[in-house]
């Protein structure tokens, strides 16, 4: 088995003027852009610093032949940062887990772990792990609930725990305690972020994953699916999460 390699890109210089740290968990490339992208460009315009982390390498992304994972795998890394960049995101982290198989190990929750008391984010973004189907048409990828439940169980209680994970300790990875998060896709949501002035973004964003998905559907379904919430919470376009606010 090859090595797995972490990849960290910075997209942007750090700002003296950053308000603070938020952080996206998530398994695959394109996952952020279709579930949170406006509330990630409202973050980055007001100030503050987003780090994707994604947990996966996106080689499973494409059931053409002429796709294989090798191919396929960099033609996503390149779009993920392209995407990461219409957003102001200014840095992204590949764990380049294997695309289709990813699993809440312990090694996982351990690198979750390491990121968020390095980064010290306040506000975490990642999926609800107990999604398991979507309007009976749907079932949820594996990869989402794995990546979901080990980024929930990195913030409680690994990262804020001195003594688990203690060679990260030895790192000078310091206890870290996430004050809020935010699980998108949630059959218990009760969040809207207003992105009516992000949604342009949002679609830009989504765009640049043009192996996943075409222009004029990202365009429509975003504006459909961000509208109908929208319509729910009182504005022209919203994104939903179950917000746990962590005592
Ligand atoms: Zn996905």
């Known amino acids: 088995?090859?090595?797995?390699?972490?990849?960290?890109?910075?997209?942007?210089?750090?700002?003296?003027?950053?308000?603070?740290?938020r952080m996206v968990i998530i398994a695959h490339p394109d996952d952020a852009e279709f579930?949170?992208?406006?509330?990630?460009?409202?973050?980055?315009?007001?100030?503050?610093?987003?780090?994707?982390?994604?947990?996966?390498?996106?080689?499973?992304?494409?059931?053409?032949?002429?796709?294989?994972?090798?191919?396929?795998?960099?033609?996503?890394?390149?779009?993920?940062?392209?995407?990461a960049g219409v957003l102001g995101v200014q840095e992204v982290v590949f764990l380049n887990h294997?695309?289709?198989?990813?699993?809440?190990?312990?090694?996982?929750?351990?690198?979750l772990t390491r990121l968020i008391r390095y980064y010290r984010p306040d506000?975490?973004?990642?999926?609800?792990?107990?999604?398991?189907?979507?309007?009976?048409?749907?079932?949820?990828?594996?990869?989402?609930?794995?990546?979901?439940?080990?980024?929930?169980?990195?913030?409680?209680?690994?990262?804020?725990?001195?003594?688990?994970?203690?060679?990260?300790?030895?790192?000078?990875?310091?206890?870290h305690k996430v004050s809020e998060v935010f699980l998108y896709g949630s059959p218990e949501s009760d969040t809207c972020v207003d992105i009516s002035e992000t949604i342009h973004l949002k679609i830009r964003a989504l765009q640049k994953h043009c192996s996943q998905v075409k222009s004029e559907y990202a365009d429509q379904r975003t504006r459909e699916w961000n509208g109908e919430i929208g319509r729910k919470h009182g504005c022209d376009y919203g994104e939903e999460y179950r917000r746990l606010v962590l005592r």
């Open 123 to 175: 506000i975490v973004i990642s999926g609800d792990p107990t999604r398991h189907f979507q309007r009976n048409v749907y079932i949820n990828h594996p990869d989402h609930r794995a990546a979901a439940e080990a980024a929930l169980y990195a913030i409680f209680p690994s990262a804020v725990t001195r003594f688990i994970f203690p060679e990260l300790l030895k790192e000078n990875l310091e206890p």
């Open 1 to 21: 088995m090859a090595q797995r390699k972490v990849d960290t890109c910075t997209l942007q210089a750090r700002s003296d003027n950053t308000i603070g740290v």
């Open 35 to 83: 579930s949170s992208a406006g509330t990630i460009a409202r973050w980055t315009h007001e100030g503050y610093r987003v780090i994707y982390v994604i947990c996966t390498d996106g080689s499973r992304g494409s059931n053409d032949p002429d796709m294989p994972p090798d191919i396929i795998t960099p033609i996503r890394h390149a779009e993920q940062l392209e995407a």
């Open 98 to 111: 294997e695309d289709g198989t990813l699993e809440p190990t312990l090694e996982l929750r351990r690198e």
